[in-house]
């Protein structure tokens, strides 16, 4: 079992960047394929990115790519997501997430552990 907790969000202006980190304790990291999803209010949870246990594979949802980069650490049981050219539209609460199955899907019903959140406020 994994615990996860999610910090890094904050209120940035439209064109800004965010680094979310992800801090895994308990079993480590490694042993998990890592997501980022968020939520926006009246919406539902949806996938941002991926990444395999050893950090050599990511995928992106499409809103994602080209904007921002999941990456990992191993070493220090940490996962980051960095978002460059935030939008408005950006704004959610962005979960941390990680997953013993190693099914490349988009779905939150195939993770297993799931941080708290954190909060992603874009102005325009």
């Known amino acids: 079992q994994v615990q996860l907790v999610e910090s890094g969000g904050g209120l940035v202006q439209a064109g800004g960047s965010l680094r979310l980190s992800c801090a895994a304790s308990g079993r480590a990291s490694s042993s998990y394929d890592m997501g980022w999803f968020r939520q926006a209010p009246g919406k539902e949870r949806e996938f941002v990115a991926r990444?395999?246990?050893?950090?050599?594979?990511?995928y992106y949802a499409d809103s994602a790519k080209g904007r921002f980069t999941i990456s990992r650490d191993n070493a220090m049981n940490t996962v980051y997501l960095r978002m460059n050219t935030l939008k408005p539209e950006d704004t959610a609460v962005y979960y941390c997430?990680?997953?013993?199955?190693?099914?490349?899907?988009?779905?939150?019903?195939?993770?297993?552990?799931w941080g708290q959140g954190t909060q992603v406020t874009v102005s325009s």
């Open positions: 997430a990680a997953t013993t199955t190693s099914i490349w899907s988009t779905s939150a019903a195939n993770y297993d552990y």
């Open positions: 990444i395999s246990r050893s950090g050599a594979n990511t």
